[in-house]
């Protein structure tokens, strides 16, 4: 984490009385399990909404759940655990523990995210992503175990691709997603750190850094661990075929909405400026504009051509704002109200929004509705199977952390 977001981030602990009473309930305890229960701390009133806690566990960064696997939650630690919840209750046996591999600083390298494969339920296979101890991104894929559906195994686990990100230890990315039942793997990357972009991989199309990449995990091409799939927008043309998109600072979180296939990013600014990107599922090849742009605004004083601008931008003056968490399109048919909302928050203040959100159309303000609910250094957003939204919250310097299920309120 670069020094002035790490005071930035230390003032606004300091500030928020939620964030010292989480830390004090939790700390120490790298896996308390519990029913859920409603934490009244930051629930707006009168938006019909309450965080539901799920449990307390080390370093939370991401949630998960299979296609069609209504019973069960995978819970990703920044350490290398991956947790299962099922049925309602917290297994106490890691689904996988891959903490000897891992390169984790407790700033912004560790395990990141999980992606399952569309076909899990037959092929078992999986996918992490994670950085190495010499820094570089890498994604992985493993097996489920054919003896309990509750464990992986490492036995076959697989290189599918890795990235050299050695300079800095900061702006990794860390997303995985399937969009819905189609093959191809969608990967976020950061710009490979330092302020401003250093190494301009932004704009250049020949690094993998500072984009969202699509390949075929499952295909093999040469001594690659991937093939790539011959539609995505550059193959043939000058620039990596890997590449979906470009032009991105760090693009931590990403989603797709499940009901349209529509992509959303929420890539962490520079000093000034957080943004959101919407773009409809047809849509390929797209630059985002960094490091010429942060959010509407010249950055480098450099031309993007055909810089595409978000659709929400917010100000980091004033308020504690410091890094944005992109989320999730809602679509839990128990919250119908808000079905099609797109739901994001902030890392420092941990409020949440729900905005509508347009491909090509700036949100208005009118439409950007702060909820009154506030998650503690809110690190991710996660999604099960039947369409519910999670939240992961971390204290910064202890190991605990907690899981939150957005829920209606009784």
Known sequence: MEPVRRRRLLRTIAALAATAALAATASGHPFHPGADTA????????????????????????????????????VVGQDGIIRVRKS?????????????????????????????????????????????????LRVDELRRSSSSPDVATRTGRRKVIEISHSTYPNHNGGQLQFLGASNPLYIATGDGGGGGDPMRNGQDRDSLLGKILRINPRGRSGTRGYSIPST?????????????????????????DRATGNMAIGDVGQGSYEEVDYIARARKGLNFGWSCFEGFHSYAG??????????????????GSCAVTGGYVLRDPSLSRFAGRYFYGD???????????????????????????????????GEDAQGRLYMTSRSYGTRAGAVYRLSPAP
């Not at 494969?117 to 078992?124: F, G, L, N």
């Not at 550059?234 to 797709?256: C, I, K, M, T």
Request: aromatic share 14%.
């Open 302 to 319: 450099c031309s993007a051509p055909g810089h595409v601008p978000p659709v929400i931008e917010y100000s980091q003056a004033g308020g």
């Open 88 to 136: 309602g209750r917290w297994l106490s046996r890691p689904f996988l523990d891959v903490r000897d591999i891992v390169n984790f600083d407790e700033g912004e390298r560790g395990l990141f995210s999980m992606a399952f494969a569309p076909d899990y339920a037959e092929s078992r296979l999986f996918y992490i992503f994670y950085t190495r101890s010499n820094g570089n």
């Open 232 to 256: 995505n927008p550059f193959v043939g043309r000058a620039g990596r075929d890997e590449v979906w998109h470009y032009g991105l600072r760090n693009p931590w979180r990403f989603s797709f």
């Open 39 to 74: 934490d009244t701390v930051g629930d707006g009133p009168g938006a019909g909404l309450r965080l539901a806690k799920i449990g307390t566990f080390a370093y939370p960064t991401y949630v998960a759940s299979p296609r069609g696997d209504t019973a069960r939650q995978f």
């Open 347 to 381: 890392y420092c203040t941990g409020a949440i929004h729900a905005a509508t959100v347009r491909d090509g159309q700036r949100t208005p303000d009118s439409q950007n509705q702060y909820l009154g609910l506030v998650v503690p250094r809110l690190t991710s957003f």
